[in-house]
């Protein structure tokens, strides 16, 4: 397993970050673009699953609202459903 602690400080919160992939995928998978949901479920520090929700601004989600919401990109599908699709 991957701690936050042993991940280059170049690359961390960004694309490359190797929890990048996994953090995107459970974004998809619960639907909620939450800092503390991305914090819990990969053991990470707050500024670290921030700054990995950022590099997610343009790949699955967009930007911040004056309410601190990110809406899904409308190119984007959930798992589940791109999995019906290929069945």
């Given at each position: ?9 170049s690359i961390k ?36 699953a921030a700054r ?36």
């Amino acid at each position: 397993m991957i701690r936050g602690d042993d991940i280059d400080e170049s690359i961390k919160g960004s694309r490359q970050d190797p929890l990048y992939q996994e953090a995107r995928n459970l974004v998809l998978k619960g639907r909620r673009a939450s800092i503390s949901m991305v914090q819990r479920h990969l053991r990470i520090g707050y500024n670290h699953a921030a700054r990995l929700l950022e590099a997610m601004e343009g790949d699955i989600l967009g930007p911040q609202n004056a309410s601190g919401v990110r809406q899904f990109l409308s190119h984007v599908t959930p798992p589940a459903a791109a999995d019906r699709r290929t069945s």
